[in-house]
């Protein structure tokens, strides 16, 4: 925390960075820096770098100047402290998870062959479990959420202009865009392969979300069981986001490992590592199971990917998936600050 | 044991703006260019990595108004037809540079007066550095980083070769022409010392540490015909507690104008509001200089707090004057006498320090011209200030090919020269923000061109 008001007192006297993304404008409007203030700051930042290949005062010059590094540091520890009830889990609890879920549903799970999914595992436990799951998330998420928000001060007031604005940038990842030439990630050479695969993971993640809801509501109010015909709408939203799930993880893995290694957090490595692994997991685990449902691998292929799936919605509050939902709310609060600064701005002219 | 010997057509000496420019340029020419670049990789760049905007001719910015700029603030120690082959040529620049690289973004936070005159750099001019860098790769130009030229084969204005310590190991470098864009001594205290005695013991060097002025010495003990001032600099007041060396901008404080300023002595020496402040700043660097023990300190109160950008350096607070003074080392008796002048000679008037406002003093030496308000305000506040020396002017002269010229009058057969080492052509004593970089990138590609021509 130290460290971050330091910093961002050289940026804030500096400000060559400020057309770069949304945090330069932001510490701009503050003269001091709060707890509050760098775990918003930490989270608006989408850690492109950029700043830091920029930057006259990187190390080794004696200010070490290393914003990306430093941001990311406290923004871990912004998710201990909003997340409730506290816990990030590492790789070692995930594998931990998904081990065990795998085992318990490999064990648990009769031997079938043939398409039915049901006869292997009962409607009423999936629906049950992955439910109860589900609700569980959604709770955890919004305590987190709240947190977060409670910090701000100021509180202006939400408008739908500023929701859309903010869920622009969300939806594009305009930060990473960098006025077009993508972002330094992982060298300093600007390139748009970061975004582009985390596209791939976020939609890919949404089509599979889509694909599930999509078949709930089938189920639930048209009575059509699973499972569904390859060219039903399900099963292709649940195929193309499969692909997604397959393509981003490994892209972002691969230009993970090439990282700049000045600028990394080694400390978040497996928190990093385990929402790739479950992702990537989820992601083929459900396409090996549409490919190979008709024949006598589906019941054990299911319970692994069911196995997968409840691994990775139990860490989807304790893990890397929350810089989803804190980055989200600090885009939403940046376009408030901005707009209520413009309309001081606009006031004051007159 | 065998020294390694490099050969190419153009040898590019330095590595910032100017020769980047020059190699690029020469590179394009057909030229194949070796760049010898002082700085580790990690500090590449020269006192360009510290620079964030270059002065440029534009529809709403003509020549005429240019010209008229640097014609103030040289008074007149300039040569214009130079000058003005680096103003036309500037607006055409930065077409050149976007198309290697460089990226412009609207004028920086409080720094909106410059929006007009000068093209910024997305995130400033290491992020150039960097773009131009990456150019030069791709275009397989070839660069040693922690090469400093230490000797030279140039006679009579026939330039053969030179002798660079790469890593510490000599290297032979062959070329058939050489861009010499290595920037000026800024960075040598001894030779600073030789111009302003022992005063520079106290200057901070805003700048790069390897500007040592050795190319420069090297070039002028050759024979090259010398032109500007050796005691004529870029210099501006910088917070005292900056580091010697690399500080940059963070170290600058733009709140002079805003309050006072006092010497050791506890004395004002000049009128803080003489003009607006882009216009003064490059004056006071020299008037602290020109202060006992270099030092000087800035004194305002917690009115204007907020009206400028903050320095990286906390400000000295305390809630009377007489505190200030002693917490700054400085007679209490003799502060509070100043202040108390100074009050009683301000006129009432409606502060506004944006323009030349009407708030000035009456009967005071020296006055206060413009923005002079009481200073009654506690908490008061005050600011260290030293010279910081940005870049030095003396230089090699150069005719209209960036042709370096020799004593007996005539352009040496395959020297030029770029940047720094040739600014004091232009700039014989004042400042314009960002015209630096303009010189460097319209004298750096005509180097390389006419290098390039050499070599054929």
């Given at each position: 925390m130290r460290e971050g008001e330091r910093l961002m007192t050289i940026c804030n006297s500096c400000r060559y960075c400020e057309g770069f993304c949304a945090v330069f404008p932001a510490m701009e409007r503050r003269l001091r820096f709060s707890e509050s203030d760098l775990n918003y700051l930490a989270n608006l930042c989408h850690n492109c770098s950029e700043c830091f290949y920029a930057c006259q005062y990187a190390p080794p010059h004696e200010f070490a100047v290393n914003v990306p590094k430093v941001l990311a540091e406290i923004r871990v520890q912004s998710y201990r402290k909003y997340s409730w009830p506290g816990i990030i889990c590492s790789a070692w609890l995930v594998t931990a998870l998904g081990i065990v879920f795998t085992a318990l549903a490999l064990a648990f799970t009769p031997r079938t062959s043939g398409g039915d999914f049901y006869a292997a595992i009962s409607h009423g436990a999936m629906v049950g479990f992955f439910g109860a799951l589900g609700v569980l998330v959604l709770a955890f998420w919004c305590i987190a959420l709240v947190r977060f928000w409670k910090e701000d001060q100021s509180r202006p007031a939400l408008t739908v202009h500023a929701f859309l604005d903010a869920l622009k940038a969300i939806l594009t990842l305009?930060?990473?865009?960098?006025?077009?030439?993508?972002?330094?990630?992982?060298?300093?050479?600007?390139?748009?392969?970061?975004?582009?695969?985390?596209?791939?993971?976020?939609y890919g993640f949404l089509l599979c979300f889509a694909s599930t809801s999509v078949a709930?509501?089938?189920?639930?109010?048209?009575?059509?069981?699973?499972?569904?015909?390859?060219?039903?709408?399900?099963?292709?939203?649940?195929?193309?986001?499969?692909?997604?799930?397959?393509?981003?993880?490994?892209?972002?893995?691969?230009?993970?490992?090439?990282?700049?290694?000045?600028?990394?957090?080694a400390r978040q490595d497996g928190m990093d590592l385990s929402l790739i692994g479950l992702l990537l997991a989820s992601g083929v685990t459900g396409l090996a199971l549409m490919l190979l449902r008709g024949t006598a691998a589906m019941s054990p292929l299911l319970a692994i990917h069911l196995a997968v799936v409840a691994a990775l919605f139990v860490t989807l509050p304790f893990g890397k998936f929350v810089h989803g939902i804190y980055r989200s709310a600090a885009l939403l609060r940046n376009v408030l600050e901005q707009r209520h600064r413009d309309q001081g701005q606009h006031r004051g002219e007159r | 044991m065998t020294e390694k010997t490099l050969s190419c057509d153009v040898l590019v000496i330095g590595g910032g703006n100017a020769a980047l420019c020059a190699a690029l340029s020469a590179n394009e020419c057909g030229a194949r260019v070796l760049v010898v670049e002082a700085a580790p990789v990690d500090f590449r760049g020269g006192n360009s990595r510290h620079t964030r905007n270059m002065r440029c001719m534009t529809d709403s910015y003509g020549e005429e108004e240019y010209w008229t700029d640097l014609l103030r603030v040289t008074g007149g120690h300039t040569d214009e037809h130079l000058a003005?082959?680096?103003?036309?040529?500037?607006?055409?620049?930065?077409?050149?540079?976007?198309?290697?690289?460089?990226?412009?973004q609207p004028a920086l936070g409080g720094t909106l007066h410059l929006g007009r005159t000068n093209a910024f750099f997305l995130?400033?001019?290491?992020?150039?550095?960097?773009?131009?860098?990456?150019?030069?790769?791709?275009?397989?130009?070839?660069?040693?980083?922690?090469?400093?030229?230490?000797?030279?084969?140039?006679?009579?204005?026939?330039f053969e070769g030179a002798t660079a310590l790469v890593d510490g190991d000599p290297v032979q470098l062959r070329a058939k022409a050489a861009v010499f864009a290595a920037g000026g001594f800024e960075a040598?205290?001894?030779?600073?010392?030789?111009?302003w005695g022992?005063?520079?013991?106290?200057?901070?060097?805003?700048?790069?540490?390897?500007?040592?002025?050795?190319?420069?010495?090297?070039?002028?003990?050759?024979?090259?015909?010398?032109?500007?001032d050796p005691k004529q600099c870029h210099a501006v007041a910088i917070d005292a507690r900056a580091p010697k060396f690399d500080g940059g901008i963070v170290t600058r404080l733009d709140c002079l104008p805003l309050g006072i300023v006092v010497n050791r002595e506890g004395v004002r020496f000049y009128d803080e509001g003489e003009d607006l402040w882009p216009k003064r700043y490059a004056i006071w660097g020299r008037l602290v200089a020109e202060q006992p023990g270099q030092i000087a300190w800035s004194i305002i109160d917690s009115k204007v707090v907020g009206r400028f950008i903050p320095s990286v350096f906390p400000a000295v607070r305390a809630d009377s004057i007489r505190e200030l003074a002693i917490a700054l080392g400085l007679s209490g008796d003799a502060v509070e006498a100043t202040i108390r002048r100074f009050n009683?000679?301000?006129?009432?008037?409606?502060?506004?320090?944006?323009?030349?406002?009407?708030?000035?003093?009456?009967?005071?030496?020296?006055?206060?011209s413009h923005w002079a308000q009481a200073i009654d305000t506690p908490p008061f506040l005050a600011y260290p200030l030293r010279p910081g020396i940005t870049f030095t002017y003396l230089s090699v002269k150069v005719n209209e090919s960036a042709n370096i010229v020799m004593r007996n009058g005539t352009p040496g057969r395959n020297i030029f020269a770029a940047g720094e080492l040739m600014a004091g052509n232009i700039l014989g004593q004042g400042y314009l923000a960002g015209f630096g970089m303009t010189i460097g990138t319209v004298f750096g590609r005509i180097a390389g061109r006419q290098a390039a021509l050499a070599a054929k």
């Open positions: 305009s930060n990473l865009s960098s006025h077009g030439a993508g972002c330094t990630y992982p060298d300093e050479r600007h390139s748009q392969a970061r975004r582009v695969f985390h596209h791939f993971t976020f709930a509501i089938y189920d639930n109010f048209f009575g059509w069981r699973a499972p569904y015909a390859y060219l039903s709408v399900p099963v292709l939203l649940g195929a193309l986001g499969g692909i997604g799930l397959i393509i981003g993880p490994l892209g972002l893995l691969a230009l993970k490992m090439r990282r700049d290694p000045r600028i990394v957090d | 003005r082959m680096a103003i036309r040529s500037s607006s055409e620049s930065t077409v050149w540079m976007k198309g290697h690289g460089a990226r412009f995130g400033g001019g290491k992020a150039l550095m960097n773009a131009y860098y990456q150019a030069a790769c791709k275009q397989g130009i070839r660069i040693l980083y922690n090469a400093e030229v230490v000797a030279m084969k140039l006679e009579g204005g026939a040598n205290l001894q030779w600073l010392k030789e111009a022992e005063a520079a013991e106290n200057f901070l060097i805003r700048g790069t540490p390897f500007n040592k002025g050795r190319v420069l010495k090297l070039l002028l003990d050759a024979g090259a015909e010398p032109v500007g009683e000679s301000v006129r009432p008037g409606r502060f506004d320090h944006n323009v030349l406002d009407d708030c000035r003093t009456e009967g005071l030496t020296p006055p206060k």
